[in-house]
């Protein structure tokens, strides 16, 4: 009977435990910026680099365009709509996994490997993104943030051009 007595306080204990620490990982979780929806692209607020927008709707394609986002515990997909310069509009879609390793995309120029990393508050995230297009290697980062429920904000930060100073791009969406 002691052995039961024993056994049961074992399992006793165990069950305070997890009933303590469930709501602390549930939390956690919770506590981490959630991008799902489907956004569309504010070009009032929005910045471009000095000589990037090329004038009359370089926004979208220098980085805008409309967007959809999925997310769960573990990714996060972005599906995104411009339109090119030919007026045609086009959808690509890239996925990034939440657990710090190493996506890769494939579009039409190829390969992009990218690392997404939380902020350590959870309310930001890094996505560091590195592409090679006719031998050359491109690297940016983009930091996604909510300011409040319906505005989205992804600054993108890449080198300049021939060695030049970086350059800073602020995509700002509202959520429909």
Excluded: C
């Amino acid at each position: 009977m002691e052995k039961n007595v024993s056994n049961f306080m074992k399992l006793f204990a165990l069950t305070i435990m997890l009933a303590l620490i469930m709501p602390a990982m549930t939390h956690a979780q919770a506590g981490k910026a959630n991008f799902a929806g489907t956004w569309t692209y504010n070009a009032a607020k929005s910045t471009q680099p000095q000589g990037g927008g090329g004038g009359g709707g370089g926004g979208a394609r220098m980085g805008g365009g409309n967007l959809t986002a999925t997310q769960d515990a573990n990714s996060l997909t972005v599906a995104r709509t411009r339109t090119n310069q030919d007026g045609e509009t086009t959808t690509t879609t890239s996925k990034y996994t939440l657990d710090g390793k190493e996506s890769v995309n494939t579009t039409g120029r190829g390969d992009s490997k990218s690392v997404a990393t939380w902020s350590a508050d959870g309310k930001s995230l890094s996505i560091k993104t590195t592409s090679t297009f006719n031998e050359n290697t491109f690297t940016s980062t983009a930091v996604w943030s909510l300011s409040d429920a319906k505005t989205l904000s992804v600054v993108t930060t890449m080198p300049g051009r021939d060695g030049g100073a970086e350059r800073k791009t602020a995509a700002v969406y509202d959520k429909k």
